[in-house]
């Protein structure tokens, strides 16, 4: 054995040492092994060479080959096993799930300050008495129109741009243009004294605008009992705006029409976002009306079954969304919609 022999498989295992020290991951591995003991390496190249040799060379030859191959590939299989410990520990620090974390408060979910509202909304007429109903957002026509004495083609229906389903009789499924229908449903289900909250969506063909989105939610009130007057209403809407609004909050009921309450009125306070000094808010008016409100018109008794010579009553329907813009003195409604973390952040 000449020691050049010797060289050249010493300088062929001491180069795939350092090749191998180089090899962060298994990927990378994989190259290095085709390059050093695959078809293309360099001692597969000297393995073939064997084959011009007279015979006792090529078996000293080929012993040395044979022991530089077998030890390359005991050094890739320890290098192996180096970077797939050293790849598994990275990839569990990477993926670590620390059970124990709490997240500080602002990533912590909430409720949407319009639920929120409603509850609250809800709170101060339970206070007051009240219980709370519900009804269905997918009304039929003599709910949403009918029974609240809105005839077919009455003109006072043009005050609720109202979507309509593709079921049944056309133009006889609607999505609720106001909580309004819930009264019926609640008086035909329990016979007088009612004191009853009815909150829930409503649906308009409105267009979006500082005060308006097509979908909202009101607050529906019903009181029917014996001897109930005008002045119970009035009562019971300066409670409601003091218990929510506070004190120092101003409103007024100026006189309106709604087929189903006669007299009619609207509750209006004063624009919280310029203070009553008229901003693009209220329209420059200083004023934003809240909701409808008045005395339960007979006809609605009527629809039910009721003597409206034994009974009388309030209602009303407020703006949830409206409430909570004025509360939270915010510029646009629009802005409940939008789902902008920012804003969903802070309240
Ligand atoms: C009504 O819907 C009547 N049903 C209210 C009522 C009930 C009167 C009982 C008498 C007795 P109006 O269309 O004005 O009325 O709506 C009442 C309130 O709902 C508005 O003042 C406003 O606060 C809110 N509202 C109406 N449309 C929208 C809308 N597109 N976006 C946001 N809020 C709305």
């Known amino acids: 054995m000449t020691s050049a022999d010797t060289d050249v498989a010493t300088r062929l295992v001491d180069e795939a040492r350092t090749r191998l020290e180089r090899c962060a991951t298994l990927d990378e591995l994989r190259s290095a092994e085709a390059e050093l003991v695959g078809k293309r390496s360099a001692l597969a190249t ?10 006792d060379e090529r078996r000293r030859q080929g012993q040395l080959l044979h022991q530089a191959r077998s030890t390359v590939e005991a050094l890739v299989a320890e290098r192996r096993q180096t970077v797939a410990r050293a790849e598994r520990q990275r990839w569990l620090e990477a993926d670590r799930l620390d059970l124990t974390e709490v997240l500080p408060g602002p990533r912590r979910g909430h409720l949407h300050l319009v639920q929120r509202t409603r509850d609250e909304l809800e709170d101060v007429f339970v206070g007051m008495g009240f219980v709370v109903a519900e009804g269905p957002e997918v009304e039929t026509d003599w709910y949403n129109f009918e029974a609240l004495n809105i005839p077919p083609a009455h003109p006072a229906r043009g005050m609720w741009d109202t979507f309509y389903l593709q079921i049944g009789e056309p133009e006889t ?17 329990k016979r007088p004294p009612v004191y009853a909250v009815m909150p829930g969506r ?9 005060r308006h989105i097509p979908v909202f939610h009101q607050i529906e009130g019903l009181v029917v009992d014996h001897g109930i007057t005008f002045a119970h209403l009035a009562g019971t ?7 929510y609004f506070g004190p120092d909050i101003h409103s007024r ?3 309106a029409y709604f087929p189903f309450t006669e007299p009619s009125a609207e509750l209006e306070i004063t624009c919280t976002i ?21 005395m339960v018109d007979p006809a609605v008794l009527g629809a039910v079954g009721l003597d409206d010579e034994e009974w009388t009553g309030f209602a009303f329907g407020f703006g949830i969304d409206r409430c909570a813009q004025m509360r939270h003195e915010i510029p646009d409604m629009r802005i409940l919609l939008d ?7 802070q309240v």
């Open 173 to 189: 499924v609607l999505l609720r243009t106001h909580t309004s229908p819930v009264q019926i449903r609640v008086l035909q289900e």
């Open 274 to 294: 310029c203070h009553g000094a008229g901003c693009r808010t209220c329209s420059q008016t200083g004023w934003i009306e809240l909701g409808g409100c008045g």
């Open 46 to 55: 000297a393995h073939r060479a064997l084959g011009g040799l007279p015979p």
């Open 202 to 210: 409503c649906y308009r063909r409105d267009t979006p605008d500082a």
């Open 339 to 345: 789902n902008d973390v920012r804003f969903l952040r």
């Open 237 to 243: 809407i300066e409670t409601f705006t003091t218990a």
């Open 253 to 255: 009921l100026r006189p």
